[in-house]
């Protein structure tokens, strides 16, 4: 499988993205630039997290134009894996590939530390691999991690299963509903606050963000390896 990791001015996430895939999941993973046009020759789309554009006007604001995002759009219309961590989940609302809005964390602070996460579906490419109700440990790092939607558009994502991690416990951003991570109606759009690729390891301190790739990689061999 190739993924596909995208680079803003400002991402800062980008390399451990690619590290996750490279060395931890073993797969094919190269940089694009958000100038380029075409994502055609990827199975998989990261947009990690960062500073796209120094977070000015709100965070993902700027990045939402950039060429590659027509590229993005093509690909998530496609129903290839899109995944957005941190900076990569705003721009994913700010482009309107995920519903919601993302306001400034609760107490005004960024927040950078380990949370635990309530996995609330396993029915997703992203989470097949999670027990439902499995909590596990993401660290997040943000000051925009504010998760914010009216309330029909709530009431749509609970009932089509959309609202895929909750934070446990200790809400450390306000968010919601206490939201860490929501998926498109689709189901191969994932926007997430905290950050599985700095967890997927012992040595990070976890390695529970592991299975969220593992269960994207898993998705796509049952639909394009043929085995007999
Ligand atoms: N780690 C990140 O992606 C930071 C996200 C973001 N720009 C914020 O501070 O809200």
């Known amino acids: 499988m190739k993924f596909a990791v995208i680079v803003f001015p400002g991402s800062?996430?980008?390399?451990?993205?690619?590290?996750?895939?490279?060395?931890?999941?073993?797969e094919e993973v190269s940089y694009v630039s958000h100038t380029d046009t075409d994502l055609s020759a990827f199975d998989g789309v990261l947009l990690p997290g960062g500073?796209?554009?120094?977070?000015?006007?709100?965070?993902?604001?700027?990045?939402?134009?950039?060429?590659?995002?027509?590229?993005?759009?093509?690909?998530a219309q496609s129903g290839k894996p899109v995944l957005g961590v941190c900076?990569?989940?705003?721009?994913?609302?700010?482009?309107g590939l995920l519903p919601g809005a993302m306001k400034q964390n609760r107490d005004l602070k960024f927040m950078c530390r380990p949370t635990k996460l309530r996995v609330?579906?396993?029915?997703?490419?992203f989470t097949s691999l999670y027990e439902v109700g499995e909590q596990i440990?993401?660290?997040?790092?943000?000051?925009?991690?504010?998760?914010?939607?009216d309330e029909q558009t709530l009431q749509a994502m609970k009932q089509h299963n959309q609202i895929v991690f909750r934070y446990v416990g200790d809400n450390p951003n306000g968010s919601k509903d206490d939201i860490a991570g929501v998926i498109n109606k689709q189901g191969n759009v994932l926007g997430m606050m905290p950050h599985p690729e700095r967890a997927v390891s012992n040595l990070l301190g976890s390695e529970d963000g592991l299975r969220?790739?593992?269960?994207?990689?898993k998705h796509w061999r049952e639909k394009h390896v043929i085995t007999s």
């Open 137 to 149: 440990t993401i660290p997040i790092a943000h000051g925009e991690g504010n998760y914010d939607c």
């Open 120 to 125: 609330e579906t396993n029915h997703t490419m």
């Open 212 to 217: 969220l790739f593992q269960s994207i990689l």
């Open 87 to 95: 900076n990569g989940f705003q721009i994913l609302l700010e482009t």
């Open 51 to 75: 500073f796209s554009h120094g977070d000015y006007l709100r965070s993902g604001a700027i990045a939402r134009f950039a060429p590659i995002m027509t590229a993005v759009k093509e690909a």
């Open 12 to 26: 800062n996430c980008d390399i451990d993205m690619y590290h996750a895939i490279q060395d931890e999941l073993g």
